[in-house]
């Protein structure tokens, strides 16, 4: 049973923390939502389509050798393909600004349009598409990134107010805000799986990550609380891309690694078991949709190669640098790549928080966090190997982003249970993080803005000056959604930090993880 002391933790834990940092992680994906040109993030023509087809009954698309030898054939209205297909204006070509990409019209006629993310599992294109169904033809693709933006500040609150459950709040959160690239909130602010993917995947890493590392240490509810929001983010993940089911053996087996004897045990009680078996039977599901509709059929992007292993193996391992700074900020259709100055100071400053949190972490944990970096490196070299000869190098950086993000959170875990006297070396390590976390993000929308509105190369090839009054301008007019976000970031982040950093520690107490009712009650 809970002792006299095991209190609901205050003022972190409750469900208000979570409302607080969902509005904080909205609105500025909602102005990379408003700030993007139409179908300006990667293959968000074909998404957005799909989105609308599913959400007026389109379920499923029959696979068909539609788009590159995959995909298959979505019915949407004329208006919606007409704007999208003016896309190839601006898709890798970072010269070119916004003004090209024409606006939908409202010609509602259905046709039949060749879709290369036609066999994709259609519950996150259900949900973002619904909008589409009360708004008119030209404003459909901006209410369903609203959705999705939505979506990815509902998961992302859950990995936040999870890291604010530690014993040391602000340090958690500090240093768990490395994993909120630029690129993962311009992916969450535009009609792609890959952002929600993202996003239930940091949810992921920090609710299992907490309940593992210091469930023993917390009330019933705050625990059932973790358990709960760690079996929907999984829930939630498995079903957005083809690879995610991978993602999730990767991402629980790492988990595990973290545990202690007691929270270990407490996995294997009734109460947990029937959220363990809840998500099985949703990732069980997310299976079938893969097979069924072959969603991970690759397409081809050329006539067919033959390379040994090794040399597949070498070439897919030559381009990992890249890939990462990809999964820091690479804006557009991957034609807007963040100066390296930025993406090298995030790598550093992330090494430096890892490094810290394995002096100061467990034994389990050292190693998960060590796995969960080597897994980054030598899955996509396997995966992008196991293709090439069809496809080419293809692999992008966001596509590891589900793994990436659970280093910097893994390391926030564990600097976030520190000794009751904080240190100076994980409060400034924090500190730094959250600075250079919400700098570069600030930063990086500028970037983003500066590409729509300018281009940013002109016509001979010389890179533009670095300004915001070109020929495209969002609906608040570039200036001000740049000053809108960096005071909406900066000011968000001081007060919440405050809050945070003052917070008392959680309370602590115990359990017995037999007493199957309190865990019943606390989560239900």
């Not at 087996?253 to 270990?264: I, M, N």
């Not at 070498?314 to 900020?329: C, D, F, L, N, P």
């Not at 409060?427 to 500028?446: K, Q, S």
């Amino acid at each position: 049973m809970l002792t006299a002391q095991a209190l609901e933790p205050r003022p972190t834990g409750p469900r208000w923390i979570a409302v607080i940092i969902f509005v904080a992680f909205f609105v500025p994906t909602a102005l990379w939502s408003a700030s993007t040109p139409l179908w300006a993030s990667p293959d968000e023509n074909f998404h957005t389509l799909k989105a609308w087809s599913v959400a007026h009954g389109q379920f499923y698309v029959t696979p068909e050798a539609a788009s590159s030898g995959t995909g298959g054939f979505v019915s949407v209205p004329q208006g919606l393909v007409d704007s999208a297909a003016s896309i190839t204006c601006l898709a890798f070509t970072p010269q070119a600004n916004g003004s090209c990409v024409a606006i939908p019209t409202e010609d509602e006629t259905i046709v039949r349009s060749a879709n290369a993310a036609g066999r994709y599992n259609p519950v996150y294109y259900f949900v973002v598409g619904l909008p589409s169904l009360v708004t008119d033809l030209q404003h459909a693709p901006l209410a369903m990134r609203l959705a999705s933006a939505a979506l990815f500040a509902f998961f992302a609150s859950w990995a936040v107010s999870a890291l604010a459950q530690s014993a040391r709040p602000g340090v958690a959160v500090g240093a768990g805000m490395l994993a909120f690239t630029p690129m993962a909130v311009f992916l969450g602010g535009v009609v792609n799986p890959n952002g929600l993917e993202i996003a239930a995947s940091a949810a992921l890493w920090a609710n299992l990550g907490m309940f593992l590392h210091d469930g023993p240490r917390m009330t019933a509810s705050a625990r059932g609380r973790l358990l709960r929001r760690a079996a929907l983010a999984a829930s939630a993940m498995v079903v957005t891309r083809g690879l995610s089911p991978v993602w999730l053996v990767v991402i629980v087996s790492c988990c595990l690694l973290t545990g202690t004897r007691q929270s270990l045990r407490l996995m294997l009680t009734r109460p947990a078991l029937r959220w363990v078996a809840f998500t099985a039977v949703v990732a069980l599901l997310s299976l079938v949709w893969i097979v069924v509709s072959q969603s991970l059929k690759a397409g081809s992007v050329g006539s067919p190669v033959s390379h040994w292993l090794l040399d597949r193996l070498h070439i897919a391992s030559s381009t990992q640098e890249g890939k990462w700074r990809m999964a820091v900020g690479n804006f557009g259709w991957l034609d807007a790549p963040l100066p390296e100055f930025f993406t090298s100071a995030w790598l550093y400053v992330g090494l430096a928080v890892a490094a810290l949190a394995l002096v100061r972490a467990t034994a389990g944990m050292r190693v998960a966090i060590v796995a969960v970096g080597v897994a980054s490196y030598i899955l996509p070299v396997v995966l992008e190997a196991q293709s090439l000869d069809v496809t080419g190098v293809i692999w992008q950086g966001r596509y590891t982003l589900p793994l990436y993000v659970g280093v910097p959170i893994l390391a926030a875990v564990a600097l976030g249970r520190s000794s009751r006297r904080l240190s100076v070396e994980s409060a400034v390590a924090a500190l730094v993080a959250a600075v250079v976390a919400l700098g570069i993000n600030v930063f990086g929308f500028a970037f983003a803005l500066h590409r729509n509105t300018d281009g940013l190369f002109d016509g001979s090839g010389t890179t533009t000056p670095f300004t915001l009054d070109g020929p495209w301008q969002p609906r608040l007019g570039a200036v001000t959604s740049v000053l809108t976000y960096s005071a909406w970031v900066l000011g968000v982040a001081a007060v919440l930090g405050l809050v945070l950093w003052r917070a008392a520690p959680s309370a602590e107490g115990t359990m017995d993880p037999d007493d199957e009712d309190a865990w019943f009650a606390a989560t239900v």
